[in-house]
């Protein structure tokens, strides 16, 4: 059967999969994390499959890192299962409710998208947040992952979906397509997919928006940066860049351009300069940072999302030029002021034009398991339905639902009867 025919079949199943229980897809959600649970030895050797072949392939490390699915992975996945099963059913929930006259009631009820394409990266533990996350909104979901995670992605598909068949949902409401070749015939199925989602590199995503009718919901870069004002303490500053910069570095809430106050830098900058090569970063920057670190020098406008042990540096003369360089050449992803001037933090928030805003933490907190959502199936840079992680809410819509008596249009539009608009919640 074609990738056509299958996603189809998936299209007329999208409402009885939306009209599901949210107890039967929290069964679906329980039995996957129980078989995830007692298949663990057979996910750990196929994905020792994968990394015995990236590491023959010469995949750098950095996104090696990603591709592992281990103890760790396998319990931030569990975890956020149980979040999930713990979360409100998104579906059903009523945001209007009106009387537009007596015996004419609209309803606004959230309901599922229908059905999704997520596109992905190499990374097994994706593959379980974003279907399980479909699972609970009750959206069928067509998931393409990163060929260097095959084996792995084979096995985890496998045991979720029959997770979900096992709890009564519909047989056809996971597809997994393996082959590249698919990306393409998913890309024509513009009336049958609902909404795609792809995760990957600024040009792969560019592809995906220029190359299909189906609406598209994502980012392409995470380039985040980290402002230091000259209010900031500089206790606190040092370990929050670290973290930012080393604690998952082929992640895209990785910080990779740091903007320091001028007054401030040097006194500050050869000691975070110091900090950061103990952690074995590379520096970047503009001839003033390299004079103040020895960093190798750049032009602002090389600036750019590394996802390695490398970051950027530039000197500026407060925030107001901070802002103006974050929303010239940032990425719209997750941006953060380190101050303890309120005042000027709440201007840095308002003016930066970022998915996430933040003083004084780690750019790495933008994560939908971080923010309480159980998982994501990716972060959202535009402004429209969704924005930042995408979780539960951000993969419902809405529908208006109209309760009558026998009113006609012709009696209102006429003057024999007119509308009171009467909220009823």
């Keep these: 059967m074609s990738m056509k025919e299958e996603v189809r079949n998936m299209k007329l199943s999208a409402p009885e999969m939306a ?16 078989k995830l649970e007692a298949e663990k030895e057979a996910v750990f050797a196929e994905n020792a499959k994968d990394l015995a072949a990236a590491e ?19 319990a931030d996945v569990l975890a956020g299962i149980r979040i999930l099963i713990g979360l409100p059913d998104p579906v059903g929930k009523v945001s209007l409710d009106r009387e537009l006259d007596e015996g004419l009631r609209l309803v606004r009820v959230s309901c599922p998208i229908g059905v999704i394409g997520v ?5 097994p533990d994706a593959l379980v947040q974003i279907s399980t996350l479909c699972i609970k909104s009750g959206n069928c979901a067509v998931l393409k992952g990163g060929k260097e995670t095959a084996n ?21 409401a996971l597809l997994q397509a393996e082959q590249h070749s698919e990306i393409d015939e998913l890309l024509a199925c513009d009336r049958e997919v609902d909404l795609l ?34 209010d900031a303490d500089l206790s606190k500053a040092v370990p929050v860049i670290v973290d930012a910069k080393t604690q998952y570095t082929a992640a895209c809430n990785a910080v990779e351009t740091l903007l320091i106050d001028r007054c401030i830098a040097p006194e500050f900058l050869p000691s975070l300069a110091e900090a950061l090569r103990k952690e074995q970063v590379k520096l970047y920057g503009t001839e003033e940072a390299a004079a103040l670190t020895g960093c190798e020098v750049i032009g602002e406008a090389d600036f750019r ?13 407060g925030v107001e030029e901070a802002i103006s360089h974050i929303n010239r050449y940032g990425s719209h992803h997750t941006d953060a002021i380190l101050t303890e001037n309120a005042k ?41 339905h969704a924005r930042g992680p995408v979780g539960l809410e951000g993969l419902v819509t809405y529908k ?10 012709g009696d209102y539009a006429s003057g024999r009867r007119s509308f009171h608009f009467r909220d009823l919640t």
């Design 119 to 123: 596109i992905f990266e190499a990374r």
């Design 400 to 409: 208006y639902r109209l309760f009558g008596s026998g009113q006609t249009v």
């Design 19 to 34: 009209s599901s229980a949210a107890e039967v897809r929290d069964r679906a959600l329980q039995l996957a994390a129980e």
């Design 344 to 384: 000027t933090a709440e201007r840095f928030m308002q003016m930066v034009d970022s998915a996430g805003v933040y003083q004084n933490c780690s750019t790495r907190f933008a994560d939908g398991f971080r923010y309480g959502f159980g998982a994501e199936v990716g972060i959202s840079t535009g402004k429209i």
């Design 305 to 317: 999302e590394y996802l390695d042990l490398a970051v950027s540096v530039k000197l500026v003369d």
């Design 152 to 172: 792995t992605n084979r096995i985890l598909f496998r045991l979720i979906r029959e997770a979900a068949v096992e709890a009564g949902l519909p047989e056809n």
């Design 56 to 74: 023959a392939a010469g995949v750098a490390p950095a996104i090696r890192k990603r591709l592992k699915f281990n103890e760790e992975k396998l």
């Design 197 to 230: 989602i792809p995760r990957g590199s600024n040009a792969f995503v560019q592809y995906i928006m220029n190359n299909t009718k189906i609406p598209v919901m994502g980012h392409a870069d995470g380039i985040c940066h980290i402002y230091v004002d000259k």
